[in-house]
């Protein structure tokens, strides 16, 4: 398989198309169109495969394609003249990414562990939702919510305490999971300490202080990245 490969197009709905069959197709934005047209998207997605800390594209590349997360995850971040990241998302499956009002991306995106994503070309998306109107809705919708996301995360940053922010950050993965329909008591953290202390604007050295108080009260348990929730009433009252 290569790295970017359009999976091909079925004539009629059955057991070849990638796009029909796909784990996170009710939770992805194409989640709004019917079987026949997401056959016609299917025509216009490529998938591709990616590395661990592999870029997807850079901060000022040309913003020529719009991503969907199948499998893995990402980090995206911002650089300023001086070569500082901040990372300002997490992206995991069924997240969708890659707008921008610009002719540019305004953000770095890296993957922090094997990753697969659909990328759609902008221009042929953009036509293709003159016919779909309710995908371009959908996909609004997103931006929107990618908004209030934001402004959450400023007023967390703000207002919050490092304690608050650990204990948010945990039961944040923990819903978007359960909304998944997957497994939110136990999963996958991919994102190093030193990624996630960034995310949340704390010193590295706090955040491990507080996983190990969060291990130590049983509250939850991390293991060569895998976490697993014990008690989510206490985490929720953990400040």
């Known amino acids: 398989m290569t790295s970017e490969e359009n999976d091909g197009f079925c004539n009629e709905k059955s057991e070849c198309s990638r796009c029909l069959n796909c784990h996170i197709r009710l939770s992805a934005f194409c989640g709004v169109l019917n079987d026949q047209e997401i056959f016609e998207l299917e025509k216009l997605s490529f998938t591709r495969e ?92 997103i931006v929107s919510q ?18 608050e922010r650990v204990a948010q950050f945990i039961l944040k993965l923990s819903l978007q999971r359960k909304k998944m329909g997957w497994n939110n008591n136990s999963f996958q953290f991919p994102m190093s300490q030193i990624e996630l202390s960034n995310y949340l604007g704390i010193k590295a050295e706090t955040l491990n202080r507080h996983f190990k108080e969060l291990q130590k009260n049983k509250i939850i348990h991390l293991e060569h990245h895998k976490l697993s929730i014990l008690d989510h009433n206490q985490l929720s009252s953990f400040h």
């Open 50 to 141: 990616l590395k661990k800390k592999q870029t997807l594209f850079f901060q000022g590349d040309k913003a020529i394609s719009y991503f969907n997360v199948r499998t893995g995850s990402l980090k995206i971040y911002k650089t300023n003249a001086d070569g500082d990241e901040q990372i300002v998302r997490f992206l995991f499956p069924g997240d969708f990414f890659g707008m921008s009002h610009l002719d540019e991306y305004t953000y770095t995106a890296e993957t922090l562990e094997p990753t697969n994503v659909c990328l759609f070309n902008r221009d042929d998306m953009e036509k293709f939702f003159l016919s779909y109107p309710e995908l371009e809705n959908k996909i609004l919708s």
């Open 146 to 163: 990618d908004l209030t996301a934001a402004q959450d995360q400023i007023f967390l940053l703000a207002r919050s305490s490092a304690r």
